[in-house]
């Protein structure tokens, strides 16, 4: 087992351009969230989804765009990057059908800096 | 508005010592209440988690103490030692397998030798 799993692990970026971060987890998990974490604001939620096919906006979705096509993959993509952007992102995945943990499984993120 | 509120920031402790970490919250609506602990440059992972049906819970040399009046509740790392130093978050959410985290703003924790 894998767990949850996340490409690239640095990037640089212009002001201006796209790219798309990939998260993958392997547990089954119906639930998959993504994170930023800038220095003193803690982890704060970008966007979510409860299952294959669904997305909901988390604290701070401004910038961002999400999808679900696949159950184990939760894609966050930046359309026009801005240097406020520059942040560490975490992927994270919980609940499998049946279980009784809502304990949330975090990837170990990925380093964006856009100049 | 922050609905979940940690401190210190940062926090300074000798080996062997106990270390205090403390969080309050805002919606009473909040019924379960995990710490995640976080390397340097690692993703947190769960380090305990309580619900509020009970006032504390110990794991190893982790406590969590629950105040519901008060809505408050805190950290207790026993004896800490150097391989404890990283940053803790509280978090609070709805009893909900899907409902999403709220976390604090994170402490910054260092054991010295």
């Known amino acids: 087992n894998a767990g949850v799993t996340q490409t690239p692990k640095f990037r640089v970026l212009k002001t201006g351009q796209s790219m798309t971060l990939l998260c993958a987890q392997d547990?089954?998990?119906?639930?998959m969230y993504w994170y930023r974490q800038d220095p003193g604001m803690g982890l704060r939620l970008i966007h979510y989804s409860v299952g294959e096919g669904t997305t909901a906006k988390g604290e701070v979705p401004d910038g961002y765009n999400v999808s679900r096509l696949k159950k184990q993959n939760f894609l966050l993509g930046l359309e026009s990057a801005a240097p406020s952007q520059t942040s560490v992102y975490f992927c994270a995945s919980s609940y499998s059908a049946g279980g009784t943990s809502y304990e949330q499984y975090f990837g170990p993120g990925t380093r964006l800096t856009v100049t | 508005q922050q609905q979940v509120k940690q401190s210190p920031q940062s926090l300074i402790v000798q080996k062997g010592g106990i270390s205090i970490i403390n969080c309050a919250y805002e919606n009473t609506a909040f019924d379960y209440f995990p710490w995640y602990q976080q390397f340097p440059g690692k993703g947190p992972a769960l380090l305990i988690a309580i619900r509020p049906d009970v006032s504390e819970k110990k794991e190893g040399r982790f406590t969590i103490s629950f105040n519901k009046s008060a809505k408050q509740f805190s950290l207790h790392i026993m004896d800490s030692q150097p391989g404890d130093s990283a940053t803790y978050f509280c978090a609070a959410s709805l009893n909900s397998g899907y409902s999403t985290l709220t976390f604090g703003k994170g402490t910054m924790l260092l054991v010295s030798p």
């Open positions: 547990m089954n998990h119906e639930y």
